[in-house]
Every structure is written in structure tokens, then in C-alpha cells.
């Protein structure tokens, strides 16, 4: 239940199929309204049929107002949410979904934008690159997909690289004479005042932000969204948590999160992943010291301890306030 989150009743306008296990969904208000504004890089959280929440990101052109586009891989080892939109949404269906939220936003006004997307991770990119198309601001795209046919995009990125040489490269590493993106190459490649935007598998993410720092890269220039867990939750419990607006205190037991404990006591959170890479269940932390495990907050964020992601962080002090 997210119970914090005001859903939208949307129909479902389209759906196309865009390479090998990928497809996108074309959502429009059921009034026929206009939709929340939204910037790229920004996500939305869809409500399914079975109870499951899922976010996914906004890959249409942020000028869009009258639909939402989302572009979902049919994961084979998916918790069932890609598996369950891939079965059964259709168009002419209503589906619940939410305003969008954006923690991995586009600087506008860089001087250069390098995107380095893996796989279902050119979502947010193919976005990004849409804004900066209007903006006319410079970038380049590095795509890279095991084959050719599971390239989402792929016919109009090829348009936009004819148009303008130099700036969409793809890379299949599964093809005959195929091999994995050297990052370091790519990102030494770059102006040292790019900023870098990468999205993929984790470990693809993993290699991206330890060659970046490598390579000397602003932190601050460096951004990346998982689209799973970076690290395992903090389930190790002992510590007690004081929920300031209720008034309740748990105690978290070995094996439990934050946001199980809440849940469990009746105590009104949202929330959707509950892998720490959507920041639904976000709360303010007014006392103690959190153990951050999430893929939301940045480096200097989480170093300032003023907010934890109940689903997966946990506790370094003996006990937590938080405002909720």
C-alpha cells in the first residue's frame, strides 16, 4: 500500500513494440486532461493489478503534457512487475500511476552531456536527449546492448546520428567481433567538464563511477540511476527507531527494514521498490545517524544524515527519530 501517494487513473493510449523484450506503454489521462509537468530523467510509479507497485522511467519529450510514454524489458528474473505489464496491459485498460518525481535530472545549461546507457537503461537518455535537442545544447549517447535487435530507439537514434555525425555510438557486445564498452576510454575521450550520465546494469554502473573518480571527474559532474539494488538492505536490526508524528517506537528485529516495521505497527508510509532506488518511502531523520544503502541519495547527501530510505538503510546509532 502507498498510502502517501496521490495515483492518477490513466488509460492506456498505445502500446509499440521497440526492440527484442522491450516495449513502451503511451499513457493519457482517463478525463482527458493534461498530465504533471515533468523533467527528464524523471519516473513514474505505476499501481498493477495484483497490488504491486513499480516505477519506471519517462522516456517521451518533457514538452509532452497530454501522455506519459514508459519503456519496460520483459526481465526474466523481474519480482513480476515487467513480466506482469508485458502479459496483461493493453491498450484501452485503466492503470493507477503517479505524479512523476526526478532524482536523476538533466543540467541543462552543461556545456557537454555524455550518456552512457546499458540495455532498458536508455530510457531516461533517450528523454535527456530529446531536452537537449530542443535546448541545442551539445552531447553524445554511448549505447550499449548485447545485439543490435534489442537497441530501444534504434531507428530514430540512427536519424539523429545521420542528421549530425559523431554523437550516437553503439556498442553489441554479443555480436561477432563484439566487446564490452571500455568506460575509461569513453569517459578520458570527454571534456574534463562534461557531466556523465550513466544508466544500466549495476555493473556497468559500478565500473562507470570507479572510472570516473579514476579519471579524476568532478563528483559532482557524475550521475547515475540503478535500476536495482546497489547494495544489499541493512537487515541486521538491534536499534530502536521513534517515529515523531505518531508518536510510536519500534524495534527493529534482525532481519527486518525500517519500512517492514512500519508496516507492521499500522503506521502510514509510501512506498514502491523496496530496493532503495525510487525514493518513495523517503523520510526526514531529526536524530541519529542512518546506515544508507540506497542508490537515491548522492555521496553528499547521504553524509549529511538528514534523510533515510526506510526500505533498505537501516541504523549506525542506537536509535533513529524520523518525521514521520
Known sequence: MNADVDYIDAVVAAVERQADGISSWEFRRADGGLLPAFT????????LGNGMSRSYSLCNAQEDRDHYVVAINRDPNS??????IHDTVKPGDRIALSAPRNHFPLVEDAEHVVLIAGGIGITPMYCMIQRL???QRSWELWYSCRQRSMCAFRERLEALELAKPGRVNFNFDREPGGRMLDLEQVIAGTPQNAHLYCCGPNPMLQAFETAAVHLGRPLDHI?????AAKEEAAL????AV???KSGRELHIEHGQ??????????????????????????CKVLEGVPDHRDSVLTPDEQAANDRIMVCCSGSQSARLVLDI
Open 40 to 47: 527528464a530523467g524523471a519516473h513514474i510509479e505505476l499501481r
Open 79 to 84: 519480482r513480476g512487475g515487467s513480466t506482469l
Open 133 to 135: 535537442e530542443r535546448l
Open 223 to 227: 550521475h547515475v540511476e540503478y535500476f
Open 236 to 239: 541486521g536490526g538491534g536499534f
Open 242 to 244: 521513534m517515529c515523531a
Open 257 to 282: 527494514s525500517i519500512l517492514d516495521a512500519m508496516i507492521d505497527a499500522g503506521i502510514d508510509i509510501a512506498y514502491s521498490c523496496s530496493e532503495g532506488i525510487c525514493g518513495t518511502c523517503e
